[in-house]
């Protein structure tokens, strides 16, 4: 229920509150999705005697598909999960107040009034901030104080069933052995060239595999689009650009760019007039006519001690650091030029521009003229982009409009709704290609604006609905993967039977790869498949290795273990081990509880 609070401004810094709880809280308040949903109290389930309506199920459902979770097509799907998850929520609720949990309002008042969300810039409870984000929430406080309420109970519940349970000692130490434990072992990955022939695959297995695997091979609803696309930068590139504008722009440029400035400060107050003040920095200005250095002079005579005896070094500014009129000084000098006497709230300033941070005048060509460009094409692009838009409209096809505005008539390859490419997978396009409006009346979509420079009108060209292809038009991936799926099965076979005559002491000419210390966090190139098939095999007893076989995807490996090694104590990870361990315990109680709670449950669904 925080999380939907959470989830409108990331800027609060958004952390779990309340700890993990087993049902999925609402993302959005219950109060905006009445007027949606309409009033019908229809009961869609009964748990212990306790309704659950139509109403409240289809919140749920529209909480989730409007927070993105799950698309719209899935929603049939989504409204057993969520009804799932409806009686679920009132079993834990009716445990927790069977079981007397109880919540005070002082402690509601406490938790509401430390939760950061609703904290001013210092820290303190704000009112209205509590209000606004509970209202862009769908929320009114008392809602928001109800839902509160169960949610701490669930918390109560969970917490009070996780120091239920405990860990022995000998349990720790042993979980630590284990954990610290180190294998060392050989391996030798199987391939097709170990068999003695290629598996056969046959007419019957094609069939077999495609009737139980027919969802791979099912081609969703596609389109072939027509498309067309005014592009101010493509316009640009064809403007012409004078030298002498492009000097002009970059001279106009230094007005705004970032700069290194230096300045000699005099304060006036209590210890002198700002007529005194002025007095002191008049001398300066006659003693810079004279020829004297700027940062010889703010180091005599400047009073700001932070940057006097570097000369007056502020380093380089940008627009928005200091005051207006200290900036207005600054930023019309050009490189090497001091200002008139300067007045800001801590005194009377000379400010010299030492360095001006911009690049060259030919490092900025090529930047410069595309700038100069698309302004010179601007006009021009929102003319024809009007045209766009009144063609489109207008005509029957989009051939006629790409002729009429110079633009390259483009065709896509067959595409469905998410398969869109390059400027196709742009937002909103294909949603346009498959509107009611282009896709069954057939008519020119609407000028999308893909970003400030690009504008597209597309239109069906062809179409074809979703269907499941024929194992005719798929055989060649059918057999592939027939054959992928045989070489496994005998690959598997192979490893079992080499197994046998390993452990049976028989040699066998093998080209075995050392792994050496493997711990069961791996940190080494070998698969997290190999690493627990190696783990999960007996200690070897004597010389004798205890042999084994790995699946890892496609891939068949042998094993041969040598050595078990207790390895090296670790505190952090062996407490990180304990601590997960006692987590999943906790997990483990409260789904016992759950489905403890569901056998012993009056549940009805209507």
Known sequence: MLQSIRDRSRSWGAKIIIGAVVVTMALFGVESLVGLLGNSGDEVAEVNGEVITRQQLEMEVQRAIRSGQVPPEQERALRVEMLDMLITDRLLTQYANEGGLHVSEEQLDQLIVNLPEFQDANGRFDRDVFRNRLASAGFTPLTFRQQLRVDVKRQQLQQGLAVSDFTLEEERERLAALQRQTRSFRYHVLVPADLESPPEVDEQDLNAYYDAHEADYRRPEQVKLNYVVLDRQQMAEDAEVSEEALREAWEEGAAEADRRVSHIMVTFGDQRSREEAQALLEQAQERLAEGEEFAELAADVSEDTSTSAAGGDLGVISRGFFGEAFESAAFSLDEGEVSEIVETDNGLHLI??????????????????????????????????????????????????????????????????????????????????????????????????????????????????ATTLPLDAVRDEVEAAVRREKTREALIELAAERVERLSAGESLEIDWQQAEDVSRQGGSNLSDALIQAAFRLPHPEGDSPVYGHALDGERVMLIALDEVQPGEPNEEVESFVARMAERLRAQAAIQGLLDDLREEAEIERR
């Open 352 to 465: 010299k521009v030492t360095e001006l941070d911009r690049p060259s005048f030919e490092e900025s060509r090529e930047q410069l003229r595309r700038q100069l460009a698309s302004e010179q094409v601007s006009d021009a692009f929102n003319e024809r982009a009007q045209r766009l838009i009144d063609d489109s409209f207008a005509a029957d096809d989009l051939a006629s409009v790409a002729e009429d505005l110079g633009l390259e008539l483009q065709q896509s390859d067959w595409i469905g709704r998410d398969d869109g490419e390059g400027m196709l997978s742009e937002p909103g396009v294909m949603e346009q290609a498959f509107s009611g409006d282009v896709l069954e009346e057939g008519y020119n979509s609407e000028v999308i604006e893909l970003d400030a420079d690009r504008r597209l009108v597309l239109r069906v060209a062809e179409h074809r609905e």
